[in-house]
């Protein structure tokens, strides 16, 4: 073992001072870069080497991380990165099975990425002026992502760090050499080469030039404005010093700041850039000159001049209108006029020549106007008339032009057979050729004329009359016509050729004829009787009258047919269409005028002699035409063959069922209407059949394959039909199911109900009837093949039908069968259970159906709105009136009769109306509540609660009055010793469970009396008030937090506060102005204490009313009571008359009414009187006070409180005692306890105790404070009587109230009250309790000794 531990240790130290010696010898590697700066897109070469050794292999890192690159062997190849960071490297060698040996960590090297060189650029980049805000921009190409921090090198100011170095108003001192550099992390750019910044010290000035300075007519010119040869400037234009309203310009888009003007005037411009701008210098000044077109010289009247005549030259500005110019005329025998006008009166040879005229108008000239030159004629001009022809043709006219030497705007004045015409003068202007019509002859010449100035006031000038133009009328050429105008004359008929003049007007005419072969008549007819081929020709005539003679006639050619002509009868069509007709025509070729006798199968036909006719009748037509007098007849014309077609057949169905169903046996017909008589032959086309001849196709037993499309037709001798309409022959392959139904299912007493049976979509059938008695036989055929599908039963079971139809007859399948059943007369009786008259929705009733007998029913209900039940028993909840009906079912086939009752619900709720009496408390006084409901006697029980008031809301919160815990049979209530203001509501519930009505609204008793806890003042301390002066109700007591209430006629109390009609003051209530005021105000607490209440009555007499002065407040018996009048500025009246319950009290007039000490009898209404005006009424209630022969501060009163007390609880003690031999005794659990008392929304009631419990106490402490004594203590016991088991009875009442009542000021009566209820001791009735009332007084210790006091 120490062996062992001797070579252990051994080791150990041997490995110790082996890994020393190992550790201090480890190499380290080692880092060098080429530079330590990356350039641009390019990268640094890294070397990692250790200790000049080799077989390397190295690890590298970047920032303190594992680099991405692999293992690089050191000697051969060096490390390029292209990313700036920290490097370090490490050397590995070894491996191939052995653990790799490396070294330390190298050095860390920091590389520097190089980004690209920034640039400066100036923004804008223009020339910059002194004065402007230029902004020099540093710009790093693919800069973008990390934010840079930028310095900027200049010679003049420190550089900002941002990429943007603005200079606002550069100067001089700002020129020079701006360069900038920016870092972003680890990167850091060059310099950037530096940017020159010329600042020019003078200020520019634009410079205006203008294309010319003379705007020609219409046109415009040119103005440029340019900065020095800079851009990017707007340009700002003037005109006579004025703003321009061309606007600005940019530069860049139009180089040369160019607009264009039309106006002639003094133009400039300047130059302005930048944001702020900077502007230039304003131009030089170029003046503009506008130029008017050049004048023109018009002559008026712009004619041929003669001499003698008057004429004017004018000079015409083109858009010179406005101001007034001044004119001067160039003329090189006369000086020139001023005005636009030259006019020359009776015009000589001496004024031909050129004349030329220009003008002023301001500023503008215009030039001379190009030379107008006037001619002047010595010799007087002659008329010249011309006619287009001088032979006037037949109902036309001849034209006459009149001119004068080629010259125009003359008025001519026309002559005939030397005599003025009455064709009036016409202007040449608007007829050139100064043209006229006449359709008259004669001798016609002519004559100029025309105003020598053109104006309507000078001489007219005249030429000479014209050369006469003889001018003749033609007559029309006759016209031969051919009587009658046939086309065509046929040898043997007459004619006349008759020599017609157009417009003859009744002068007799002589004629002239010329035939080729005969001599010709004298007058206008020429007769040829019995014409033949020898009158054929021309034939020509003419006439004369007078000096007119006519032209001969244009030839007219009289041709005569040598044959005799044949009629022709042509037809629209040869077959006359069913219920139709054709139209014949008959014609003579070539020729007209023709009458037309018309023939059938040889016999004429009686129609008119028409020329086309309709025929409806078959047979062979033709015609003969005949004209002429004496008549002349043609030829008969050919026969037409015509025939009748007979209307279409019709193919019909027997029997005619709009289906036929597989199997049955049908008949097709084909028939022809109007057909009769006629032997017929018919063809069918069936599609897979051959068609027989005869009009019937009888088809046996029908199968799906005969289901398609039928026609026929037929013909006779000379009839054919067309092809019928397709008829659509229907199968159904299916065997029909009849549908029975019936219109009732139940047969009424002594009735019967009816039952159809039908086949859906076809007819013809016969029916078959069934029934089956009971479930115990099988159906029994009642009726046999009936025609009706209806039939009437009175017996109750199931019936089913057939239908049959055709012959042999085919049947349907059976239908479904309809259960049939009987009423008995038996009707049930329906009770509503409660049997109220009037039911309410939500209200819970229940139905009962009633059958006498005793057979085992089963029930059915009929409602409109649910499910019927089927027990005899309908529970409901009322939603709305309706009709409920039953009835009852004693099997399958028997019913009774239905009972209908009906429900009337009414919707909404009711809600009671309760009414307090009295009004006004007297002290101690009991008061009665009353609850109205519609329909009373409805089984209602009433429910009695006081009204808590709520200050966060305007409602009340309510608690059940003691004694209305299970509601009362009676709707009144006695409420015994009220003291203070109450509010009182009710509300009534009935049912199981309990269906209650609406609250009723509050009521309120009041009292005047104030109390402690809460109480009611007035200012002023008066009843009766002026409309426009302020009141201010304000409240007190035991509380902090108060509002105000008022009662009117008008309005009702829990939506009526302060906040509606005043300003509420923490306790104080003010009103501003008394309007409808007059009422009931009190005042309610935070802890549900009501004040005393109070009278206001307000004088609405607003002009001149007057109020009576009196307390507001009850007044104690004995003291002093003053009344007073007052108006409205509130002064005190004279010669004032009171009156005491509407009686008067003196006869003489006071200002005042004393009462000394007032007693109840001075209780009562109130009035005053002046000058005959009346006060309103008010009530002066009278306190009583209770005399007492004990001073209210006497100690012994202390003592004799709480001795009374103890002495009434021994007695009562004393009283349970007696009683407990002869019963248990335990506070009674009323039998109506079903009902929680929070049903009734009552607050802070305890529900009632479990019937074991030996004694239950209700304790409600009093809300009044430490400091102020309790004033009010209820105690309620309820006493239950038990009975022996053995014979249960029901319990006994016994009820004591004790009511102790201690104030701290005064000793006032206190009062105990003991109801007792007892119950009859005969066991063979039942027990009815009877209310027994005991009062007790405890008065002062001086009365004690009397015992009957208790």
């Not at 004045?413 to 202007?429: A, E, K, L, M, P």
């Amino acid at each position: 073992m120490g062996h062992i531990s001797l070579c252990v240790l051994g080791f150990f130290w041997l490995g110790t001072h082996f890994a020393g010696w190992a550790e201090a010898d480890e190499p380290r590697a080692t880092l060098t870069a080429d530079r330590t700066i990356i350039p641009l897109g390019g990268s640094v070469t890294l070397t990692c080497s250790v200790d000049g050794s080799d077989d390397w292999k190295f690890d590298w890192f970047r920032n303190g991380q594992q680099y991405s690159a692999d293992l690089i062997r050191g000697n051969t190849e060096p490390f390029r990165v292209s990313e700036g960071g920290v490097y370090s490297c490490r050397g590995g060698r070894g491996g191939k099975g052995d653990p790799v040996f490396q070294t330390e960590t190298s050095n860390e090297v920091s590389i520097q990425k190089t980004v690209s060189k920034p640039t400066v650029t100036l923004q804008p980049n223009w020339p910059v002026y002194r004065g402007e805000t230029v902004t020099l921009r540093c710009e790093i190409q693919r800069g973008e992502g990390t934010q840079w921090t930028y310095e900027w090198r200049t010679t003049i100011r420190n550089s900002p760090t941002s990429s943007e170095y603005k200079i606002n108003r550069v100067s001089e001192y700002d020129s020079g050499e701006y360069r900038c550099m920016a870092k972003r992390g680890r990167q850091l750019t060059d310099w950037s080469d530096a940017f020159r910044l010329t600042v020019r010290s003078d200020k520019p000035r634009a410079t205006l030039t203008a294309d010319r300075t003379t705007i020609p007519l219409g046109g415009s010119i040119t103005l440029t404005c340019s900065v020095d040869k800079s851009v990017d400037w707007k340009f700002d234009w003037f005109r006579n010093g004025q703003q321009y309203s061309v606007g600005r310009i940019r530069g860049n888009t139009e180089p040369s700041g160019t607009i264009s003007v039309s106006e002639g005037r003094v133009y400039s411009c300047r130059g302005g850039r930048g944001d702020p701008v900077f502007q230039t210098e304003t131009s030089n000044e170029v003046p503009i000159q506008k130029t008017v077109s050049k004048p023109t010289v018009t002559l008026h009247p712009n004619w041929p001049v003669y001499r003698g005549e008057t004429v004017t030259l004018r000079c015409e500005i083109q858009r010179g209108e406005g101001t007034q110019w001044t004119y001067e005329w160039r003329t090189t025998i006369r000086n020139s006029a001023t005005s636009s006008e030259y006019r020359i009166n009776r015009v000589s040879e001496s004024d031909r020549g050129e004349y030329r005229c220009k003008a002023k108008r301001g500023l503008q000239l215009t030039e001379w106007s190009d030379a107008f030159r006037l001619t002047v004629r010595s010799d007087k001009p002659r008329a010249t008339l011309t006619a287009d022809r001088t032979v006037i043709p037949l109902g036309g006219s001849i034209t006459l032009t009149c001119s004068v030497d080629g010259s125009d705007d003359w008025k001519f004045d026309w002559f005939r057979n030397g005599r003025q015409y009455s064709v009036g003068r016409i202007r040449g202007n608007t007829e050139p050729y100064r043209v006229i019509s006449v359709s008259e002859g004669g001798v016609y010449s002519c004559r100029g004329g025309r105003e020598r100035g053109g104006g309507g006031g000078d001489p007219v000038f005249q030429t000479e009359t014209s050369n006469e133009v003889p001018i003749q009328k033609t007559v029309s050429k006759p016209t031969v016509t051919l009587q009658p105008t046939w086309p065509v004359i046929y040898r043997g008929e007459t004619v006349t050729l008759r020599c017609e003049i157009q417009d003859d007007g009744g002068t007799q005419w002589t004629y002239e004829w010329r035939p080729t072969n005969r001599n010709s008549p004298t007058s206008s007819e020429y007769r040829i009787n019995r014409v033949s081929e020898y009158d054929n020709g021309e034939y020509r005539c003419k006439a004369k009258r007078g000096r007119q003679l006519t032209d001969w006639s244009d030839a007219f050619r009289l041709t005569v047919r040598s044959d005799k002509p044949r009629a022709t009868v042509t037809a629209h069509r040869t077959t006359i269409p069913a219920g139709g007709s054709v139209t014949l025509s008959c014609s003579v070729e070539g020729s007209g005028d023709w009458k037309f006798d018309w023939f059938r199968n040889g016999q004429q036909y009686p129609v008119d002699q028409i020329r086309v006719i309709s025929v409806s009748e078959g047979g062979e037509y033709s015609c003969r035409g005949q004209r002429g007098n004496p008549v002349f007849q043609t030829e008969k014309s050919r026969e037409v063959s015509i025939q009748k077609t007979v209307s279409r057949p019709t193919v019909t169905l027997q029997p005619n069922w709009p289906v036929v169903f597989r199997g049955e046996t049908v008949t097709l017909r084909c028939e022809i209407q109007g057909g009769g008589g006629t032997q017929w032959k018919y063809e069918w086309i069936p599609a897979n059949r051959n068609s027989p001849s005869s009009s019937e196709y009888r088809i046996s037993s029908v199968s799906d394959s005969d289901g398609r499309n039928y026609c026929c037709k037929a013909h006779s001798d000379h009839q054919i039909t067309n092809w019928s309409s397709a008829f659509r022959l229907t199968v159904d392959g299916n065997r029909p199911t009849p549908s029975l139904t019936a219109k009732n299912y139940n047969i009424p007493a002594g009735g019967s109900v009816a039952l159809s049976c039908s086949v859906r979509g076809s007819a013809g059938w016969r029916f078959d009837w069934f029934r089956q008695e009971s479930v115990h036989h099988s159906a029994q055929s009642i009726r046999n093949n009936e025609s009706s599908g209806t039939i009437s039963v009175s017996n109750e079971g199931v019936y089913s039908c057939r239908g049959g139809r055709g012959d042999p007859v085919f049947y349907t399948e059976t239908s479904s069968e309809v259960t049939i059943q009987k009423t008995v007369p038996i009707t049930p009786t329906v009770i509503q259970q409660p049997n109220w008259s009037q039911i309410y929705r939500g209200e819970k009733v229940t139905l009962r159906c009633e059958i006498q007998g005793g057979t085992q029913w089963t029930y059915e209900w009929r409602t409109t709105n649910r499910n019927s039940p089927s027990s005899s028993e309908y529970r409901i909840t009322a939603d709305s009136s309706g009709d409920y009906g039953c009835r009852g079912r004693r099997d399958r086939f028997t019913l009774t009769e239905w009972r209908v009752i009906r429900l009337n619900v009414s919707s909404p709720k009711p809600q009671p109306v309760l009414s307090v009496s009295p009004s006004w408390l007297n002290p101690g006084a009991s008061v009665t509540l009353s609850c109205e409901v519609k329909h009373q006697d409805a089984g209602w029980r009433f429910f009695w609660y006081k009204a808590v008031s709520k200050l966060i809301s305007s409602s009340y919160s309510l608690e059940l009055l003691p004694g209305s815990t299970n509601g009362t049979e009676q709707n009144s209530f006695i409420i015994q010793g009220q003291n203070h203001t109450a509010g009182f509501v009710c509300r009534a519930g009935r049912g199981e469970p309990e269906f209650y009505t609406y609250y009723s609204e509050p009521k309120f008793v009041w009292s005047a009396d104030s109390h402690p806890a809460a109480s009611l003042s007035v200012s002023p301390d008066r009843v009766q008030h002026v409309i426009d002066q302020p009141v201010t109700l304000k409240c007190s007591g035991n509380d902090t937090k108060w509002r105000v209430r008022r009662f009117t006629d008008t309005t009702s109390p829990s939506h009526v506060q302060c906040s509606n009609w005043g300003t509420m003051h923490g306790s104080s209530c003010t009103i501003n102005r008394l309007w409808y005021h007059s009422g009931v105000y009190w005042c309610e607490s935070e802890s549900g204490e009501f004040s005393n209440a109070v009278n206001i009555t307000v004088q609405d007499n607003d002009y001149d009313g007057i109020i009576l002065l009196s307390p507001v407040h009850p007044v104690t018996e004995g003291d002093p009571v003053t009344l007073s009048c007052r108006n409205k500025e509130q002064q005190l009246l004279s010669n004032v008359f009171f009156y005491h319950n509407d009686k008067l009290l003196h006869s003489d007039s006071r200002e005042e009414l004393n009462i000394s000490a007032v007693s109840k009898s001075d209780e009562g209404f109130y009035k005053c009187q002046h000058s005959g005006k009346d006060s309103p009424r008010s009530w002066m209630s009278v306190r009583v006070t209770v005399s007492s022969p004990v001073s209210p501060s006497s100690p012994l009163l202390l003592i004799i409180g709480p001795i009374s007390g103890i002495i009434l609880i021994i007695f009562l003690l004393l009283l349970w005692r007696y009683r407990q031999p002869k019963d248990l005794c335990s506070f009674r659990s009323d039998k109506n306890n079903r009902r929680s008392t929070t049903d009734h929304g009552a607050e802070n009631e305890i529900s009632s105790p479990s019937q074991d419990a030996a004694l239950y106490e209700s304790v409600k402490p009093s809300e009044a404070t430490a400091a102020e004594p309790r004033e009010i203590t209820y105690a309620i016991i309820k006493f239950k009587k038990l009975r022996k088991k053995k014979k249960p009875r029901k319990p006994e009442e016994r009820v004591i109230y004790a009511e102790v009542k201690t104030r701290a000021e005064e000793l006032a009566p206190t009062y105990a009250e003991i109801n007792k209820n007892k119950a009859k001791q005969d066991r063979k009735e039942e027990p009815a309790a009877t209310d027994e009332s005991v009062y007790s007084e405890i008065k002062s210790v001086s009365a004690l000794d009397d015992e009957s006091a208790l």
